[in-house]
């Protein structure tokens, strides 16, 4: 099974840029399709962006289209969200998930196996 640690969050102002990081470990990562969710206080979590096991093929949530990108790197077994022109409404708590094989779909997080522990970001 695959083990997945975040880092990169924290605070930053409306417009800034964040761009987190997700180590894998413990498997054959590029069997995983790999994907980025968030959940802010009392909202149930919500599926950012998700990259397929090869990196060719991506998928965004409408509210983050045009301004994240995901992209994994398979040799370092790594995973990336770059942010750009963050808003307050970005806020939550960031999560990196896999599942083995073909990629679940963004709105199902419940069909998502691995999940990471999570790091924070804020937009003020």
């Known amino acids: 099974d695959v083990q997945l640690v975040e880092s990169g969050g924290g605070s930053v102002q409306a417009g800034g840029s964040l761009r987190l990081s997700c180590a894998a470990s413990g498997d054959i990562y590029s069997d995983y399709c790999v994907g980025w969710f968030r959940q802010a206080p009392s909202k149930e979590r919500e599926g950012v962006a998700r990259?397929?096991?090869?990196?060719?093929?991506?998928k965004y949530a409408d509210s983050v289209q045009g301004r994240f990108s995901i992209s994994r790197d398979n040799v370092k077994n790594t995973l990336l969200l770059q942010m750009d022109d963050l808003k307050p409404e970005d806020t939550a708590m960031y999560y990196c998930?896999?599942?083995?094989?073909?990629?679940?779909?963004?709105?199902?997080?419940?069909?998502?196996?691995?999940w990471g522990q999570g790091t924070q970001v804020t937009v003020s």
């Open positions: 998930a896999a599942d083995r094989g073909v990629c679940p779909q963004l709105s199902r997080p419940e069909d998502w196996i691995y």
């Open positions: 990259i397929s096991r090869g990196g060719a093929g991506t």
